[in-house]
């Protein structure tokens, strides 16, 4: 079977999921700094999905770095590999007609870029959640930045570690102070109704 072949099929079998589930495989892919908010948003934008019957799973790094990607640290190359994988299930996940919502830092804009190159076209929307360094090291509940800067936590993003800005994403949403959540998840919802993956 060739690849445009397998293209083919793939897309077959995909469209007659997203039928049954009557919605678009997609993934909507969170980005930024740790404590801007993603992971709160990515909940939110599920729950409000669920109410209307859209299917859907949630990737992060609680359920990833705990099974499959146990193995992997936090070096350039670990988070390299760490985003690889992520975007190798959803794309799963996609061709099986779901909804996935994925938080994760993903610092580097050729790693995030790949994953949409993996994706069906058009089926990956990127949400820049920009908060600033000062804002989420206040957020810092675990206390991450604080051990990032006394050199306990090596390699730590937006410290130690480089994070690479969007630069052409679907969606960019504020989320310093006091972040509104409503109005950023009805922009979601809003661009993924425009784009005809959702009703």
């Known amino acids: 079977m060739t690849n445009n072949a397998f293209l083919y099929v793939n897309a077959t079998e995909r469209n007659n999921r997203e039928e049954i589930k009557n919605n678009k495989g997609v993934c909507v892919w969170f980005t930024g700094l740790s404590g801007s908010g993603k992971t709160t ?6 729950s409000e999905l669920n109410k209307i019957g859209v299917h859907t799973f949630l990737l992060d790094g609680d359920n990833i ?4 990607n146990s193995d992997l640290g936090f070096s350039e190359a670990d988070r390299k590999e760490n985003i690889r994988r992520v975007g190798e299930v959803a794309r799963l996940f996609v061709e099986a ?18 994953v949409r190159r993996i994706l069906p076209e058009s089926r990956f929307i990127e949400v820049f959640v920009d908060a600033d360094l000062s804002t989420c090291e206040m957020r810092d509940a675990k206390g991450l930045y604080r051990k990032a800067r006394n050199n306990e936590i090596k390699d730590f993003t937006g410290i130690s570690a480089p994070y690479e800005k969007p630069v052409t994403p679907e969606l960019s949403l504020t989320n310093n102070n006091e972040p509104d959540i409503v ?17």
Do not use: T, W
């Not at 948003?41 to 599920?46: D, G, H, I, Q, T």
């Open 41 to 46: 948003l990515a909940s939110y934008l599920e």
């Open 65 to 68: 770095r705990l099974g499959l």
């Open 97 to 114: 007609g779901l909804v996935v919502i994925a938080a994760f830092i993903s610092p580097y804009e050729k790693d995030r870029n790949n």
């Open 183 to 199: 109005n950023n998840i009805s922009a979601i919802l809003i661009l993924l109704r425009q784009r005809q993956l959702i009703k």
